[in-house]
């Protein structure tokens, strides 16, 4: 029996197809020439992760992108409808449209060409509105992915999920290896429209007996300019507080590096152990300025993902640990006014776990229970959630 | 092999996680601008400090000196009137006139200002957005020719520093406060002199202040009220008297550019149009802008109790009128001179219009702007004439 979800969503699509987004685990055709998909995921939360004015701003952390919290309440996390039409062996191109979390209006996700110019089999070129693939955790939806909730790591360092106008050329060296580059137009965080992001890659596959396993490493630099933290600004109504934090904004660079590895290893015929993990370091060193008040500004920031699990038959029970650490300097005479206004002040090291059973219904429908127990903000808080995840393949030609 | 390759991943997570914690801190360096806490500055640890240009570092040397400037008669052209003429301690440096006299017995168009926290100001005088240092400002009462204040001019300063260069405590003064230079005695350094002193002229021990510092008892039940009624939208007076200074047009170091503010309260409208009197014009005088007639800077109102009477010009008796002014949205005149309807005037800040306050209100709020006198500023001998000691 093929999974649908689990963890197999979480590999990056180019090491297991040679292009593409993820929906391996429908099983598709690879000689098909037009195939059109649908996916949807929908859960309700027991409650929300905010702070006395009822945002999401984990103190020590410049957040932004769209790093937000589920609401209380039942919601649709994302729906999706895509399309892939390949018209020469070496050409596709991609579309998806969909909604996000707390959002109706439909947009445009993804519009991008693939291509493998017939003399550098090796080489694959994509461009156009496209997920980052650096690491599982870079960009992915509720509906494709283990954990409904959005990685911290993601929603700290890169605002919850890239995709950009870009270009992505990946090398597969060797059968086990892969090596590539993204360059970004910048709309995301950390960057700043137009000012860009860089991305260079690797990654490995290997089998080792039963084991199975994926790692990579990747770096991404990123520039900004006068970027704030467009969540809770005006005219970005993503709460209902009429809080509006002070308008702090960053102009700098951002450097991060990760290293990530997926692995997995049949224990019985029944019984398959997982283990997943990433660990990203964050670094940012620029200047930050209000209205009246600037300084210099540099942060290293930590985090990692830790997440063991356990499949039996059609049932898979995760636990995911997840757990930042935070150091950042102000220098400058606007220092102690601007690390209040940009809720910097902290000496905590914010965590958040989360337990989850999925029960893979049938081929099309799976079900999600999770505790979360999360320690971002300063007052501890806890939530239940229950949804379910449905994809199909609605036609393939 | 499966099991060393568990180890292999368990090995890897280890050692990256451990590597990926550190201590959550933030860290917060203001620079090292705070050292200069050792110039005696009058100004309680827990305000940021004034800035001051890196042409003119503080020091008490330079404190003194220009201490000695303001309370000498010398400096003026006819050696009859000094700084302290005109801006008297035991009036938080007022004169208490409508409209200051000059050394020549000149009307100034203005009245003299208070010299209270003026080291914050965001820009000097009653409405000038150009003269932005003390160290600017200084010349202009000196040379100042329309109106005369001080008298110096061409054909007098030679004489003028010559009888400073007589003085014996000047030789010594002018050297310790600048000691790389062999000749001293220049209007340059006077300037420089005269704005160190203004910059300790600091007052921050009224009643209020110690009210904020956990004093319950400091102010009484009254002021308390008023304080109430200064802070609320009602009566909008913080909206442009807001701040440790009382004033919007204050500007520190832990700000990295100052806000020149600029208002009009509704004082004049002789033509219908929003004119103000010939000489009181406000910033429209320097920038020549419709828009910037009658607007001037909200001055501070620490120890605004002592300088009566109020306005650029000296037109509001009483603190009591100046409420009633703020309480009518602004001057209705109906006298021949400068007759015309300050209420109406176009260029009016839409933070004055009018509200209603009962007797006892306006009483409290009287009583919370008194409480704003800090009578350890006027009796600091540090500030005092030192002539006569």
Not at chain 1, 12 to 26: C, I, K, M, R, Y
Not at chain 1, 122 to 136: C, I, Q, T, V
Not at chain 2, 249 to 264: C, G, V, W, Y
Request: glycine letters at 8%.
């Amino acid at each position: 029996m093929r999974r649908l979800i689990l963890s197999s969503l979480l590999w990056p699509a180019g090491l297991l197809a040679h292009s593409g987004e993820t929906h391996d685990n429908l099983e598709l055709e690879p000689t098909a020439q037009l195939q059109i998909g649908a996916m949807f995921s929908a859960t309700a939360y027991s409650a929300q992760a905010t702070d006395v004015h009822g945002l999401w701003r984990i103190p020590g952390l410049l957040m932004g992108g769209e790093a937000l919290p589920n609401a209380k309440g039942a919601q649709v996390d994302d729906a999706h409808l895509w399309a892939r039409y390949q018209w020469q062996p070496n050409s596709a191109v991609y579309a998806a449209v969909g909604t996000h979390a707390g959002h109706t209006e439909l947009s445009l996700e993804n519009l991008y060409l693939d291509y493998q110019p017939a003399k550098f089999e090796k080489l694959n070129l994509a461009a156009g509105l496209m997920d980052a693939r650096f690491s599982p955790n870079a960009s992915s939806h509720p509906s494709e992915r283990q954990f409904v909730e959005t990685s911290l790591l993601a929603e700290a360092f890169w605002g919850g999920s890239i995709h950009d106008l870009g270009l992505r050329l990946d090398w597969q060296a060797h059968p086990q290896l892969k090596f590539g580059v993204e360059l970004h137009d910048g709309d995301f965080f950390p960057a700043s429209k137009g000012e860009g992001a860089q991305v260079l890659f690797a990654q490995t596959e290997q089998q080792l007996q039963e084991l199975k396993l994926k790692a990579g490493i990747w770096g991404l630099q990123a520039q900004a300019v006068q970027r704030g933290d467009e969540r809770y600004q005006t005219g970005h109504s993503h709460s209902s507080s009429s809080f509006t934090p002070p308008d702090v904004r960053f102009t700098g660079k951002s450097a991060l590096m990760g290293l990530w590895l997926t692995s997995s290893l049949p224990l019985s015929e029944t019984l398959q152990a997982g283990f997943d993990y990433e660990a990203v370091q964050a670094k940012a060193e620029g200047e930050l300025s209000e209205t009246n008040y600037q300084a210099a500004y540099q942060a290293k920031h930590l985090g990692y993902t830790l997440t063991p699990n356990l499949q039996y038959g059609a049932w898979n029970l995760s636990y995911r640990f997840e757990k930042l650490s935070l150091d950042n300097r102000l220098i400058g005479a606007g220092a102690a006014v601007l690390a209040q206004d940009a809720n910097l002040l902290n000496t905590a090291q914010p965590q958040r776990q989360t337990l989850q059973l999925a029960w893979q219904a049938n081929k099309n429908l799976l079900w999600r229970a999770a505790y979360t127990q999360d320690d971002t903000l300063a007052q501890a808080d806890e939530r239940f959630s229950v949804g379910l995840v449905w994809q199909q393949l609605l036609h393939e030609y | 092999m499966n099991s060393r390759g568990w180890l292999a991943i368990g090995i890897i997570t280890i050692m990256t996680s451990a590597c990926v914690e550190q201590d959550s801190q933030t860290l917060i360096n203001t620079g090292g601008l705070d050292n200069d806490r050792s110039f005696n500055w009058n100004i309680p640890a827990n305000y940021p400090l004034p800035v001051v240009h890196a042409d003119n570092p503080i020091s008490e040397e330079k404190f003194q000196l220009g201490r000695h400037l303001f309370y000498d008669q010398r400096l003026s052209g006819p050696a009859n009137f000094s700084c302290a003429s005109c801006h008297r301690q035991e009036l938080a440096f007022t004169d208490g006139l409508a409209q200051a006299i000059g050394a020549t017995g000149q009307k100034h168009p203005r009245s003299a200002q208070a010299l209270v926290n003026i080291a914050y100001n965001a820009s000097v005088n009653w409405g000038n957005p150009t003269t932005v240092t003390l160290e600017q400002q200084a010349p202009i009462p000196l040379f100042n020719e329309f109106p005369v204040e001080m008298g110096v001019n061409d054909s007098n300063q030679a004489q003028v520093l010559a009888r400073l260069q007589a003085e014996p405590r000047y030789q010594r003064m002018f050297k310790a406060a600048f000691p790389n230079e062999t000749q001293p005695i220049h209007f340059a350094n006077i300037a420089k002199a005269l704005a160190s002193f203004e910059r300790g002229l600091n007052s921050f021990n009224s009643p209020f202040d110690q009210y904020e510092a956990g004093n319950q008892f400091a102010i009484t039940q009254a002021a308390k009220r008023g304080m109430n009624l200064f802070f609320n939208e009602k009566t909008e007076c913080f909206h442009c008297h807001g701040g440790m200074n009382f004033t919007l047009s204050s500007f520190d170091r832990s700000q990295s550019f100052a806000d020149t503010e600029f208002f009009n309260n509704g004082l004049y409208n002789l033509d219908g149009k929003g004119k103000y009197p010939d000489g009181g014009e406000g910033i429209f005088e320097i920038t020549g802008k419709p828009e910037d007639m009658g607007r001037f800077r909200p001055p501070t109102l620490r120890n605004i109790a002592l300088t009566a009477p109020y306005m650029h010009d000296g037109s509001i008796e009483s603190l009591d009128a100046v409420i009633r002014h703020y309480m009518r949205g602004g001057r209705h005149i109906t006298t021949a001179v400068n007759a015309g309807d300050g209420r109406a005037n176009p260029y009016k800040s839409g933070f004055v219009r009018p509200f209603d306050l009962s007797e006892q209100e306006i009483a409290d709020l009287r009583e919370f702007l008194e409480s704003l006198t800090d009578d350890s500023f006027i009796n600091n001998p540090r500030f005092a004439n030192p002539w006569a000691e």
